[in-house]
């Protein structure tokens, strides 16, 4: 419970004045999870001009032979700052990047890191989205960082894992990726098995309430998110949200797929009119502690009973 409210705390205190543009900017610090495992809280409010595009979770590791970079930022500014973050906590060097997914703060610094020689590491099928959605992304960023995005180029991940689960090792420390396909095609989750943490990517949010996208896979996150408590994490590492276990994990995400899935889903297989069912679900309880639950749950529901009306 401390390590959570640390982080937490941090979250708050992370923003200080950009002397050249006079911009609230939230500013990354790194938090301990355990032993050399390292996170970056991000802000719970939308991407923007204010937090780089950082609004996410991203972490590192540390170990014999250099830094294990998870997620590289939104942007080459970005990159940078994660950088800076990562050299109050050590002098070694980002030797790898991984990607747990396409969605843009998870992979537009990829070039930035890739300049000073790190590899860039994902599932073949992240990079084959990273592609996809390069173009869009860039606009979309852009717009929303405008300056702060200059000299960022898309660089998907170019050493690609071909495997359902891969596992790889740098300088002692063990890692295994594993698909997830819910939030972006390709998504995928990074666990480390000798310290008991994962990084989920955007399988998991916790006190925000996950955004069901046009291309995600709702089936597929709830299918993902029950093999995830299979692997019993100690620490889990959401896409937004601070540290967590498994049951908050489960109340604050786990839970929620379960009920977009079952009542939704089942409401869309059954053919009961969108509208009717939207108003039964639209209030629950259970669910409104968590951030932006008024604005995105009803466009959640919605998409839920499209994929499930067209299985």
Known sequence: MKTYLNCFIASILMVIIISSGNVLAYTPKAEKVTGNVYVFIGPLGQRSEVNDGLNNNLGFIVTKQGVILIDSGASRLGAERLEKAIAEVTDK??????????????????????????????????SKTQQKYAQDQTARMSGFLKQRFEGTQAKPASRLLNEKTNKITLGGQSLELHYTNAHYPGDTWVWLPEQSVVFTGDLVYVDRIFTVLPWSSVVNGQKAFHELIILNPKFIVPGHGGISDIKKAKRDCGDYYDFLAEKIGTAAQEMEAIQDVMEQYNYLPQFKHLEHYETIHRTNMNRTYLEFEQL
């Not at 537009?108 to 590899?119: H, P, Q, T």
Request: aromatic share 12%.
């Open 93 to 126: 060097s980002v030797k790898w990047v991984i990607n747990t997914g396409s969605q843009d703060h998870r992979w537009l610094g990829n070039d930035y890191f890739a300049s000073k020689g790190a590899d860039i590491i994902a599932m073949e099928k992240t």
